[in-house]
Structure formats: C-alpha cells, structure tokens
C-alpha cells in the first residue's frame, strides 16, 4: 500500500505545478485526501482535502490559487498550484485521512493518516 506523489520541482514566483498523487493497494473509492505541507523550522499545515469528489477545506494562504481534485479511475489526486509564491515554498504530502486535522507537529505522523506520500519538495524564488 503507498502513496506516491510527484511533479514537485523549482519554479519561479507566479508560476504554476501540479502535484500528483497515485494509490496503489488500497481501494481508491473517493477517499478523504489531503495535502499538507512543512517548511524548516514550521508545523506541518493542512492546505487542502477532499472527500466524496468534493473539496471540503483550503488554507486561506492558498485559497484562490489552489486547486484540489482527483480522478478515482486513476487513482490519483492532484492539487494545481497557482500564482506561486516564495512562501509556498515546503515539502509538499499527500495522504489518505480519516479527518482533517489542519496542524500537526510533523508531517507523515501515521496517528494522523491511514497512509502518507513520501513528500515532494517545491521551491519558489
């Protein structure tokens, strides 16, 4: 069972990337999903989730310029990231979630989620 993520990188301020998030050995039947993301030396923060299709939640440090989805026939979740910015610069997490806590000490805390990402580091200058 894992959560693998890709599509972090570099980009320059007001760029954009997308992250993609894909299951595998486990039933990807609209799951609560969320991103969350840590930068050095600050807690783990919860940006976004979604449950049943639907998006239930955006950090209001990226509300309006992310965007979460997911494809359940491909087993993947993405989240668009906009209008990038030098302080969205962190390691970027996804994972399946039984609720959304919005700030966690560290992130892949497996008290948290069913499953954790191996994280994607983006940087924005």
């Known amino acids: 069972v894992q959560l693998v993520e890709s599509g972090g990188g570099s980009v320059q301020a007001g760029g954009s990337l997308r992250l993609s998030c894909t299951a595998s050995?486990?039933?990807?039947?609209?799951?609560?999903m969320g991103w969350y993301r840590q930068a050095p030396g600050s807690k783990c923060e919860l940006i976004s989730d979604i449950r049943g299709g639907g998006v239930t939640y955006y950090a209001d440090s990226v509300k309006g310029r992310f965007t979460t989805s997911q494809d359940n026939d491909k087993y993947t979740a993405y989240l668009q990231m906009n209008s990038l910015k030098p302080e969205d610069t962190a390691v970027y997490y996804c994972a399946a979630i039984p609720s959304a806590v919005k700030v966690l000490r560290r992130c892949q805390d497996p008290a948290y989620a069913y499953y954790w990402g191996q994280g994607t580091q983006v940087t924005v200058s």
């Open positions: 050995g486990f039933t990807f039947d609209e799951p609560h």
